[in-house]
């Protein structure tokens, strides 16, 4: 048996449609629908109020984490699947999820799959297309991988991949999880921002081993990615809080985009010599740095693409940002704990 469970906060827009495609699920296996409500302040409630759904009503915000370690504790199946509230499934997503199940031993503890777009509309929707910014990590990018592998990682990212295989974490908006080994290995992050799936995936690797998470290319689940480009930088500046704050609790390699900010202290040094070669080289570094859109453009992709590199820089930017935000957080959290209430 299935557990979906999705936090939601504030999802009365798209809600009801993610619901509607479970209700249409052509499934051999059994499952329930489990919606934890973040205390929305719209009607999420009432959208969730439905026959098909155990619904659960938060008193208070505390964030996405939360609602899933909720989810986990009131999950009724052996298997707790996961999805976003702006997501749609398509009617085989559990049937495809139950067979991948099926197919592999108890030592693989999490299962995941990718993320498409359900339109392409819109300038940032296209740019999502090209990105995809919600994505798993290849499992050579782990909490052991050096300096110069990350970087690697970041200047010529592999290309997409359709086999099965082991790999760092899956993404949160398509996954499922053991919840017995979800519950033993202490759940998820309540901390606010993104990187839940990763705060599991740990844990999980440390216990079971590299091969415990497992990505199916062959589950699909399409995303509602938002119209505009600010949600994309939003997105990336979330991400970047939560590697931040893993950063100052787990002391390892930080998680920062390093390419703008290499490609800043060249032009830099640069200018030493010609202040005009140094604008050239910060204005034209993008093309250089995410050469993927090139690959894009030649197979069929918008011309909009000439645009993409400077948008990836945003988003690396955004991440940077984020990242300070999240340490700083996470320092100035510690710092009142250390201090204990005041008197």
Same mark, same amino acid.
């Given at each position: 048996?299935?557990?979906?469970?999705?936090?939601?906060?504030?999802?009365?827009?798209?809600?009801?449609?993610?619901?509607?495609?479970?209700?249409?699920?052509?499934?051999?296996?059994?499952?329930?629908?489990?919606?934890?409500?973040?205390?929305?302040?719209?009607?999420?409630?009432?959208?969730?109020?439905?026959?098909?759904?155990?619904?659960?009503?938060?008193?208070?915000?505390?964030?996405?984490?939360?609602?899933?370690?909720?989810?986990?504790?009131?999950?009724?199946?052996?298997?707790?699947?996961?999805?976003?509230?702006?997501?749609?499934?398509?009617?085989?997503?559990?049937?495809?999820?139950?067979?991948?199940?099926?197919?592999?031993?108890?030592?693989?503890?999490?299962?995941?799959?990718?993320?498409?777009?359900?339109?392409?509309?819109?300038?940032?929707?296209?740019?999502?297309?090209?990105?995809?910014?919600?994505?798993?990590?290849?499992?050579?990018?782990?909490?052991?991988?050096?300096?110069?592998?990350?970087?690697?990682?970041?200047?010529?990212?592999?290309?997409?991949?359709?086999?099965?295989?082991?790999?760092?974490?899956?993404?949160?908006?398509?996954?499922?999880?053991?919840?017995?080994?979800?519950?033993?290995?202490? +759940?998820?992050?309540?901390?606010?921002?993104? =990187?839940?799936?990763?705060?599991?995936? $740990?844990? !999980? &690797? *440390? /216990?079971?081993?590299?091969?415990?998470?497992?990505?199916?290319?062959?589950?699909?689940?399409?995303?509602?990615?938002?119209?505009?480009?600010?949600?994309?930088?939003?997105?990336?500046?979330?991400?970047?809080?939560?590697?931040?704050?893993?950063?100052?609790?787990?002391?390892?390699?930080?998680?920062?985009?390093?390419?703008?900010?290499?490609?800043?202290?060249?032009?830099?040094?640069?200018?030493?010599?010609?202040?005009?070669?140094?604008?050239?080289?910060?204005?034209?570094?993008?093309?250089?740095?995410?050469?993927?859109?090139?690959?894009?453009?030649?197979?069929?992709?918008?011309?909009?693409?000439?645009?993409?590199?400077?948008?990836?820089? +945003?988003?690396?930017?955004?991440?940077?940002? =984020?990242?300070?935000?999240?340490?700083? $957080?996470? !320092? &100035? *959290? /510690?710092?009142?704990?250390?201090?204990?209430?005041?008197?």
């Amino acid at each position: 048996m299935f557990s979906v469970v999705i936090g939601t906060f504030n999802g009365a827009g798209t809600l009801g449609v993610a619901l509607g495609a479970l209700e249409a699920q052509v499934t051999e296996f059994t499952y329930e629908i489990l919606v934890v409500n973040d205390a929305s302040t719209d009607s999420t409630a009432a959208v969730a109020t439905r026959p098909s759904v155990r619904l659960i009503n938060l008193e208070r915000n505390q964030g996405h984490g939360h609602t899933l370690n909720v989810g986990l504790a009131e999950a009724g199946g052996q298997f707790m699947a996961m999805m976003d509230d702006d997501c749609v499934p398509p009617p085989e997503w559990i049937q495809q999820l139950g067979l991948a199940w099926k197919s592999v031993g108890p030592d693989v503890t999490m299962i995941g799959g990718l993320v498409e777009p359900i339109e392409t509309d819109t300038f940032n929707r296209r740019y999502v297309a090209f990105r995809r910014p919600l994505s798993h990590q290849e499992a050579e990018i782990n909490e052991d991988a050096g300096i110069w592998t990350r970087l690697l990682y970041q200047f010529s990212p592999p290309r997409m991949r359709l086999d099965q295989r082991p790999v760092y974490f899956t993404v949160g908006a398509n996954m499922s999880v053991r919840v017995d080994a979800a519950r033993d290995a202490g +759940g998820f992050t309540d901390a606010s921002g993104a =990187g839940e799936e990763e705060s599991l995936a $740990r844990p !999980l &690797r *440390s /216990r079971f081993g590299p091969q415990t998470i497992q990505l199916f290319p062959n589950i699909i689940m399409r995303h509602n990615f938002d119209a505009s480009l600010r949600d994309t930088f939003r997105r990336s500046r979330s991400y970047g809080r939560s590697k931040g704050r893993d950063w100052v609790r787990d002391r390892d390699i930080p998680t920062i985009a390093p390419l703008i900010p290499i490609a800043t202290l060249a032009a830099a040094v640069v200018a030493v010599v010609s202040p005009v070669f140094s604008a050239l080289l910060l204005i034209f570094s993008p093309y250089v740095l995410y050469r993927r859109w090139f690959q894009w453009l030649k197979s069929g992709g918008s011309r909009e693409a000439i645009f993409y590199p400077y948008i990836q820089a +945003g988003e690396e930017i955004f991440n940077n940002v =984020g990242f300070v935000q999240g340490v700083s $957080r996470e !320092l &100035r *959290s /510690r710092r009142q704990l250390s201090q204990g209430p005041p008197r």
